[in-house]
């Protein structure tokens, strides 16, 4: 099928980041012809080849804004002549300029603190590879995961779908018969008097939250990679010193709320600061 041609193409792309690719070159990999390919490319992506390439750049770009290397020598590493033009091209997509990228997340792991009522979600249940998995490593678990089995149209996805609310993913315990944990990764709703098939209720705890905002990003790959760092980074720097207590009786989760992603983590009324 041209569609699972279309996803070996991306991850080629993703695969070979810096390496110089022509459209003849990845229409080549599906078999089909380059007008064929373009179409349907940019119909399943909704970009060209070289906008799609240029986006990989800048996500890889913005990684290394997070590290000691300066926003001049990362646009020259990614192929923009220019300063200028980099920033150019990283503000369109991001919204701001490497600097300011740069500056905000740099050494950005400051929580905020929120207190939450009981939330309802309705929301796709997700087993681990293995009794084993190490959650360390599971961090939106959602991504790349193939929810086509759902079968759920936009018209009904919009009924169940609160924008203003967001949406989650938790590990939380698994149905008693099946034990251990399971993710659960849907949208936060105000009602449950539609549950589309193949989803669940479920209800995250009322508790009080630090609040960690995750850095930026214009891919899935990147943003998977920044949640897991994240969530590495905050129970090293905040809680396995102390400086946060977490409340295991409650349901850690990622929020995502339009370009914005958050991780929450319960915690108890004592706290140590510095």
């Not at 001049?72 to 990614?78: L, P």
Request: charged residues 20%.
């Amino acid at each position: 099928m041209l569609k699972d041609n279309i996803s070996a193409v991306i991850k080629y792309i993703e695969a070979h980041p810096m390496e110089p690719v022509s459209i003849e070159k990845l229409a080549g990999l599906t078999g089909y012809s380059v007008d064929h390919f373009a179409h349907y490319f940019r119909k399943s992506t909704g970009l060209s080849v070289a906008a799609f390439v240029r986006r990989q750049r800048l996500a890889l770009a913005a990684r290394e804004l997070l590290g000691e290397v300066t926003p001049s020598q990362i646009a020259s590493k990614y192929g923009f002549e220019t300063h200028s033009g980099f920033s150019k091209a990283f503000k369109k997509l991001y919204g701001i300029s490497p600097t300011e990228y740069k500056e905000r997340w740099a050494h950005h792991l400051e929580p905020s603190f929120k207190e939450l009522p009981e939330l309802t979600c309705i929301v796709f249940l997700l087993e681990p590879p293995s009794a084993d998995f190490p959650l360390s490593e599971a961090g939106a678990y959602w991504c790349g995961k193939d929810f086509s089995f759902s079968n759920i149209s936009p018209e009904d996805w919009a009924r169940v779908l609160d924008p203003n609310a967001g949406e989650i993913g938790a590990w939380m315990p698994a149905p008693p018969e099946k034990g251990g944990k399971v993710y659960a990764f849907g949208p936060i709703v105000r009602s449950t008097d539609y549950v589309p098939e193949h989803m669940h209720v479920v209800t995250v705890p009322a508790a009080r939250y630090a609040v960690f905002e995750v850095p930026a990003s214009c891919l899935n790959s990147e943003m998977h990679h920044h949640i897991v760092k994240l969530w590495n980074d905050l129970y090293e720097l905040w809680f396995a010193n102390g400086r946060l207590h977490g409340d295991s009786s409650k349901v850690a989760f990622e929020l995502y709320k339009g370009f914005e992603t958050y991780i929450y983590v319960p915690i108890t009324d004592e706290m140590e600061t510095e």
